[in-house]
């Protein structure tokens, strides 16, 4: 029975989103995955995608699996960049991952208007600022 199965709550997991300089000096919007957990995460999985409504049009994207492989502990990996037509509607991140045999998984989602510079926080572990969901 679904009662009966025991899903284990995420704890020291973020998704951030940083507005930086890339490696051409343009600025972009990256999305990090960071582990805040004192041990390793393996089989790390990121499905993506944006919805929402942009003009008065609804826009829904293609979703996007990123393989992480592992992310040691605090310490972050980048998950994509998120273009600027995109930050404007809800961008969704589903994470998947194996701490100490066992599955876990938990969605992060980005709501329409909270990816900006009046939400940004200190980032943990990144040593940025950027907008986060734990």
Do not use: C
């Not at 990090?32 to 089989?43: A, R, V």
Request: glycine content about 6%.
């Amino acid at each position: 029975m679904k009662k009966d199965i025991k899903i284990p709550k995420v704890e020291g997991i973020a998704v951030a989103v940083v507005h930086e300089l890339n490696e051409k000096n343009v600025e972009v919007w990256n999305a990090y995955l960071i582990n805040q957990k004192p041990e390793l995460i393996e089989g790390v999985l990121v499905s993506t995608r944006g919805y929402g409504l942009k003009e008065g049009e609804k826009v829904k994207t293609s979703v996007l699996r990123h393989f992480l492989d592992e992310i040691p502990a605090n310490n972050y990996k980048k998950i994509e960049i998120i273009t600027d037509e995109l930050i404007t509607v809800s961008n969704e991140f589903w994470v998947s991952f194996y701490l100490n045999k066992k599955m876990y998984d938990k969605k992060y989602v980005f709501l329409a208007g909270s990816i900006s510079t009046d939400h940004f926080v200190d980032l943990p572990v990144i040593g940025k600022r950027g907008v986060m969901i734990q």
